[in-house]
Nanobody, 123 residues
Framework: QVQLVESGGGSVQAGGSLKLSCAVSGYISSRCGMGWYRQAPGKERELVATIRGDGTTNYKDSVKGRVTISQDNAKNTLYLQMNSLKTEDTAVYYC?????????????????WGQGTQVTVSS
């Protein structure tokens, strides 16, 4: 089974930095990839960054230049380095990974989620 365990959240002042970690166990599909999403109170969950097995990355426009997603294969860990944090970045951050399962005889993608870690940026 797939398990995602997150750490690194906390409270920081605007302009500060945080590095989130996600320890991954179990099989993850390299075709789907992994990433980070976030959800603020009263808002929909939104993509922050994703990374595929070939190293291809994708970022939400509002975090480009401030956020870097990376992975350490030796440690089976996904990271999100966040710099120049803004109050708008305040949210619960979720680690995401994609796997392939068989449902009704067909191979389909399945989303795995971490428990979430709170990031609070104050002014």
């Amino acid at each position: 089974q797939v398990q995602l365990v997150e750490s690194g959240g906390g409270s920081v002042q605007a302009g500060g930095s945080l590095k989130l970690s996600c320890a991954v166990s179990g099989y993850i599909s390299s075709r789907c990839g992994m990433g980070w999403y976030r959800q603020a109170p009263g808002k929909e969950r939104e993509l922050v960054a994703t990374i595929r097995g070939d190293g291809t990355t994708n970022y939400k426009d509002s975090v480009k230049g401030r956020v870097t997603i990376s992975q350490d294969n030796a440690k089976n860990t996904l990271y999100l380095q966040m710099n120049s944090l803004k109050t708008e970045d305040t949210a619960v951050y979720y680690c995401w990974a994609c796997g392939i399962i068989v449902r009704n005889g067909l191979k389909v993608p399945y989303n795995y989620w971490g428990q979430g870690t709170q990031v609070t940026v104050s002014s």
